[in-house]
């Protein structure tokens, strides 16, 4: 069984930084992807960042030049630095580990983790 955890939500003044990490654990072989996603309250869960493979981070328009996403792969933990948060940027934020493979050559399984509470005062 494979299990993410994120840490580092909490309460922060507009204007100000947060960083969250997320680390997977289990028997794991890769992963493929990893992303933040956020769910503000009353509406749908939305991408936040996404790092997949060796490719370039790709963001939310609403995070751009104000979150990085970066990844370490050999402990299987993804990163999430906001700067610059906006009252906006509020809501529950997950972890997402798209194509985790437990053995090689065989099918991967998408995972979140729990989620962490951002909240971004005025």
């Known amino acids: 069984q494979v299990l993410l955890v994120e840490s580092g939500g909490g309460l922060v003044q507009a204007g100000g930084s947060l960083n969250l990490s997320c680390a997977a654990s289990?028997?794991?072989?890769?992963?493929?992807?990893m992303a933040w996603y956020r769910q503000a309250a009353g509406k749908q869960r939305q991408l936040v960042a996404i790092?997949?493979?060796?490719?370039?981070?790709n963001y939310a328009n609403s995070v751009k030049g104000r979150f990085t996403i970066s990844r370490d792969v050999a402990k299987n933990t993804v990163y999430l630095q906001m700067s610059s948060l906006k009252p906006e940027d509020t809501g529950v934020y997950y972890c997402?580990?798209?194509?985790?493979?437990?053995?090689?050559?065989?099918?991967?399984?998408?995972?979140w983790g729990q989620g962490t509470q951002v909240t971004v005062s005025q």
């Open positions: 790092v997949v493979g060796g490719g370039s981070p």
């Open positions: 289990g028997a794991i072989f890769s992963i493929n992807g």
């Open positions: 997402h580990a798209v194509d985790v493979k437990i053995l090689p050559n065989t099918r991967g399984q998408d995972y």
